[in-house]
Structure formats: C-alpha cells, structure tokens
C-alpha cells in the first residue's frame, strides 16, 4: 500500500513555451507551497516526488501528522516461526487486515481525504499561478501510508526495531554486485545506518545515507488463523 490516501489531479499550464526552471528549483517551489498549504491544517510535509520530465511530469506530496511523543502506529518484525505461518494466510484474510490497518492509520494519523483534497487544491492554485510546468502535469496529494517512503535519514529514528526495504544507488561494497537489502532497523547515526540483515540472517550492514536510491518501511499485518487449508472447509 502506497499510500493511505491520494487525490490526484491533472492539470494544464498556461503557457506552450518550455520551462527553463531546474529540477532542485522546481521542487524548492512546490516544497514551499505545499509547506504552507499543509500547515494550515496542522500538518507536515512529510516528502515530495518528482516523476518525469516530459510529458506529463507527476507531482507526489505526502503530508503527514507529527510523530513527536507519540507512539509509531505499526507493529513490531514477526519472529521467523510467525512469518512462516504468515505466509499461509488466506488472500482474503490478508486483504480485511490490510483494510483494518488502513483505518486505524487513519484515525491515529489525523490525515484524511478533505484535507489531501483542500492542499491539492491550495498547491494547485498556488503552482498555476508560478507557471513552473511547459505542459500539462498531474498532482497527487496522500498520507505516507503503511509502507511509507524516507526521504530523510532523521525520519528514520522512530522506525528503529521495524523493518525496512533499501534499494542503493550502487552496489554495496561489502556486499559485491549487491544493491538491494530487507532487514530490521538497528540504529541510526548521522549519515548512515545500520540494518540487521534477513539474508545472510543476523548479519549487520552499514548503509551510507548519500548510496540510498529509495527506502521504506515494510508493513507486517496481525497474524491470522485463516489459512488457505481451513479456508477450503
């Protein structure tokens, strides 16, 4: 699950002539936008995607609620015997857990769609009338979701002792021709961090921040008797 909510609109610019804005430039504008548009419903900017560059570019912004004090809504790694059994779960079980999940992110996170839809709207207005775009380009307004993206190495902290998914730029040079990584959150230093590896399991690996393509968090759903044994009963 991407992300819990998304408002997505396409809109046109105003102008044929091509743009000469660069990319940092181009997010730095809709970064102070979107800022402003979120904090008057006591939200943060929890990270902002830019999509393409010709037609079409889309614009992702993930607004989120403060975590500070506040207990982080996902559950703890399963031990291998529950992931085992995990994966035995009926796709129709996994399916209600995941709904289930969603709402209770939902009530905790104090995100819900009028307010991706009323930031969508201010960012929109507010993007239309800078004229940063040579065509037409879609935003998209939602919630980090359950398997939220990192687009800093300080969102990290709360998530230490959860899992995570990391793909790296380049291969990881203790790891030959290995770039992609699953793994517990052990700690997290100033530019770096430390995952405790499922594969080779228990081993530990340092990732430089700077070497991260893309990092989020791995959702682990509740345990269910529901297996696709019992299921056919």
């Known amino acids: 699950m991407a992300s819990l909510f998304l408002l997505q609109k396409i809109r ?76 035995s779960v009926h796709p129709m079980a996994q399916q209600k857990n995941q709904e289930e999940a969603e709402e209770n992110l939902s ?35 939602s919630s980090p979701g359950l398997e939220r993206t990192f687009f800093e190495i300080s969102q990290l902290r709360p998530y230490i002792g959860h899992p995570l998914d990391i793909t790296l730029e380049t291969a990881h040079k203790d790891f030959e021709n290995r770039r992609k990584f699953t793994g517990t959150l052990k700690s997290v230093q100033a530019n770096a961090f430390t995952l405790t590896l499922d594969s080779p399991n228990g081993t530990e690996c340092i990732i430089d921040w700077e070497n991260v393509k893309k990092a989020h968090l791995i959702h682990v759903f509740p345990e269910t008797t529901l297996s696709k044994t019992n299921s056919r009963k």
Do not use: H
């Not at 996170?109 to 201010?122: K, Q």
């Open 12 to 87: 046109k610019s105003m102008k044929p002539e091509e743009k000469n804005i660069g990319r940092a430039k181009l997010l730095d504008i809709v970064r102070e936008a979107a800022a402003v548009a979120a904090k008057s419903f006591n939200l943060n900017i929890w990270g902002i995607e830019l999509l393409g560059s010709g037609t079409r570019p889309v614009v992702r912004i993930f607004v989120d609620t403060p975590w500070e004090n506040k207990s982080i809504p996902f559950i703890k790694p399963l031990t291998r015997e529950e992931k085992s059994r995990q994966k």
């Open 107 to 141: 009530e905790e996170s104090g995100v819900n769609i009028d307010d991706c839809a009323e930031i969508s709207r201010l960012v929109g207005l507010s993007l239309e009338v800078e004229d940063i775009f040579a065509d037409a380009w879609i935003l998209e307004v």
